[in-house]
């Protein structure tokens, strides 16, 4: 119900019925929502104004217009707060979502000049190499290559990289204390679309990251493949 003789602006009223249907859920994801026409002759107000509500639910995440066919419910994305280093599986679950991992391949090779620097180990050490798509809700999110020195836990089974590495090594008494990420956007190619069931070309997020143990020993060198249309990050700064 709109109530035109308010100090709320029309619009605000617009933007608060459609956010409170999304939040309760009684507008879903995918969903299409009337057209600025049908809005404004339902409520017999400008288009202008109803022009300004959508576009202000677009620009907050709630709504997406797609060309041609008209306006929808936008997926949420999951927002990572940079200043916390947890494991995927701990991320999905403070959320309140299912987390699973499907490992892809689990080797050992050799490492390169690239891996060794980052895993501070000698070039040709004994490193592996597990490739993983991480899922929430059964929805691919993310797909990552994971190298660990097969010396520091040399028990590292197949069977452990689908639960949680993290924990695993913890329970083995190391402990993770820091963390470097290198982010940037990128388009996907062949084969990260066709893990994550996205198109060729599609945005996604490339994460480099480097987890360290006490006294700055690296435990891992991560390379992931976000989705960016079910993922952002959040940066909190202060002005010194």
Known sequence: MIKKNSPVPIYFQIEQQVREKIEKKELKPGDM????????????????TVRQ?????????????????????A?????????????????MRSRGLEPETRVLSFIVIEADSLIASRLKVEEKAKV????????????????????MSADLVPDLTWEEAERSIFK???????????????????TAHKREASILGIKVGAP?????????????????????????????????????
Do not use: C, W
């Open 128 to 147: 592996y190499q597990i490739e993983r798509l991480r899922l929430a809700d059964k929805e691919p999110i993310a797909y990552e290559v994971f190298y």
């Open 168 to 186: 695993h090594v913890e329970e083995k008494g190391l402990y993770i204390v820091s963390g470097v990420q290198e982010v940037e956007a990128i």
């Open 204 to 240: 996604i997020l490339y994460i480099q990251q480097v987890s360290q143990l006490e006294e700055q020993q690296p435990l891992e060198y991560v390379k992931s493949y976000y989705r960016a249309d079910r993922y952002k990050y959040k940066v909190e700064m202060v002005r010194t």
């Open 53 to 73: 509500a959508i576009n202000n639910l677009v620009n907050e995440g709630y709504l997406q217009r797609v060309r041609g066919k008209g306006t929808f419910v």
């Open 33 to 48: 929502i009337p057209s600025e026409r049908e809005f404004a002759e339902k409520y017999q107000i400008s288009r202008m």
């Open 75 to 91: 997926v949420k994305k999951f927002e990572k707060n940079v200043q916390k280093l947890t494991g995927f599986s701990e991320d």
